[in-house]
């Protein structure tokens, strides 16, 4: 009898795990416009583009609790979740984000470095994600360079879905761009820099 309650304990412990093993991820990412300080533009258009240096497009791994690991994908173009993000904060620096002319003055090229989400299965399921930025930005004839990384690690009770996954890598893009797209940067674009 013993044996018996044992084995349906294991089964049912084996069927728990297979229900909250998941497969491959595809993430929809919008991170938010970065906060912005009080350098104003003046409504001067800058060329921006925004360039994945990675030669892994992947957005990292999410590990089951019976030890698989599945991919995590971007279910749209990263480049543009990006671009849209640094144009708005542009916008709100009062800058006019304009279509890239490698030839336009001033102009913002941002390249993604490092961007990583890895979920490691446990009790709490840790979430790391990672992301590094470099911005080249053009203007008068000089070329101002500014880095951004950010680190983030968070917990969670059970297994993130796409939702919970997208979500933390928007919040810690939205900090890089931040720190990316600071008021040094801004008065460089504005020729002040």
């Known amino acids: 009898m013993k044996r018996l309650q044992q084995i349906l304990l294991l089964t049912g412990l084996t069927f728990l795990l297979a229900a909250c093993s998941q497969g491959t991820q595809n993430l929809r990412l919008a991170p938010q416009p970065a906060e912005t300080g009080e350098v104003t533009g003046g409504g001067l258009p800058v060329s921006l583009q925004v360039v ?78 990672e992301i590094a930025l ?8 000089e070329r101002f360079t500014g880095r951004a990384q950010t680190t983030l690690t968070r917990q969670r009770a059970l297994p993130p879905g796409e939702k919970a996954n997208a979500e933390a890598i ?24």
Not at 57 to 85: F, H, K, T, W
Not at 170 to 193: C, S
């Open 134 to 141: 470099q911005g080249v930005a053009w203007m008068n004839g």
């Open 52 to 129: 994945d240096m990675r030669t892994d497009r992947d957005l990292g791994m999410l590990e089951n609790p019976d030890g698989s690991i599945v991919r995590l994908l971007p279910a749209d173009d990263v480049n543009y979740a990006i671009q849209l993000a640094a144009a708005e904060t542009l916008r709100d620096y009062g800058f006019e984000p304009a279509l890239w002319d490698g030839r336009a003055e001033p102009r913002l090229e941002i390249r993604i470095q490092v961007l990583i989400h890895d979920v490691t299965a446990g009790v709490p399921y840790k979430l790391d994600t």
């Open 170 to 193: 928007d919040t810690a893009i939205t900090r890089a761009l931040g720190q990316l797209l600071n008021e040094e940067m801004a008065n460089f674009l504005a020729g002040r820099g």
